[in-house]
């Protein structure tokens, strides 16, 4: 069922789906979406604070700079959406896991995250943060890691095959059976300025 947010009373959603709806002239605080599918709909700088997502589906839409305290993201699918400056170390910790595609989480944060095989498909993290965060399993294929900020972060059975741009420094960052292309070791190694060929 399409929604046109005709209605702005409720504030309990299921099944619904939203279309080219711009969201940033309505408070959705304490507001719950299940089950939801949002096309093209603009979020950037809403106040989402308390905001439940479940099993929902976001195609085309801008979250960017969304303030996302206490927010819940549940089996929640991102596709070709902008997520600028996000900091979702501010989420709900009960409810959050992601599917990552074709997705701009430029100067997103992820600070001390659970986001365990959390997969990131052909998405730009352009100085995204994920320091002290458990990234293991995790998929960055085909996806931008230009100083991305990994610190302390749980790297294990990560699988950078097909990641550009990224470094990494090994000593100071989990990454037992991390996997990587050949040609992609020097991106570990470049703080020893070695010369590899």
């Known amino acids: 069922m399409k929604n046109t947010w005709d209605d702005k009373e409720e504030k309990f959603y299921e099944r619904q789906e939203f279309?080219?709806?711009?969201?940033?002239?309505?408070?959705?605080?304490?507001?719950?979406?299940?089950?939801?599918?949002?096309?093209?709909?603009i979020f950037s700088n809403c106040d989402l604070s308390n905001t439940t997502f479940e099993d929902c589906t976001f195609d085309g839409c801008d979250f960017s700079m969304a303030v996302v305290k206490n927010t819940g993201f549940r089996s929640i699918v991102f596709t070709e959406c902008?997520?600028?400056?996000?900091?979702?170390?501010?989420?709900?910790?009960?409810?959050?896991?992601?599917?990552f595609e074709k997705c701009n989480l430029n100067y997103a944060i992820f600070l001390g995250r659970n986001l365990?095989?959390?997969?990131?498909?052909?998405?730009?993290?352009k100085e995204a943060d994920f320091s002290d965060a458990d990234l293991s399993e995790c998929k960055f294929?085909?996806?931008?890691?230009?100083?991305?900020?990994?610190s302390n972060t749980n790297l294990e059975k990560t699988d950078f095959r097909g990641a550009m741009n990224?470094?990494?420094?090994?000593?100071?960052?989990?990454?037992?059976?991390?996997?990587?292309?050949?040609?992609?070791?020097?991106?570990?190694?470049?703080?020893?300025?070695?010369?590899?060929d």
Do not use: H
Not at 24 to 34: A, C, D, I, R
Not at 94 to 99: A, C, V, Y
Not at 116 to 125: A, D, H, N, R, V
């Open 116 to 125: 365990k095989k959390t997969p990131f498909i052909e998405c730009s993290l």
């Open 82 to 99: 902008k997520l600028l400056g996000v900091n979702f170390a501010l989420c709900s910790k009960l409810q959050f896991s992601f599917k």
């Open 141 to 150: 294929t085909q996806s931008d890691l230009t100083l991305t900020r990994f």
């Open 166 to 196: 990224f470094s990494i420094e090994p000593e100071f960052n989990k990454m037992k059976k991390a996997k990587f292309n050949l040609f992609q070791l020097e991106a570990l190694l470049y703080k020893y300025q070695l010369d590899i």
């Open 19 to 41: 279309m080219a709806i711009d969201f940033t002239e309505t408070p959705l605080k304490n507001w719950e979406f299940y089950k939801c599918k949002f096309d093209k709909c």
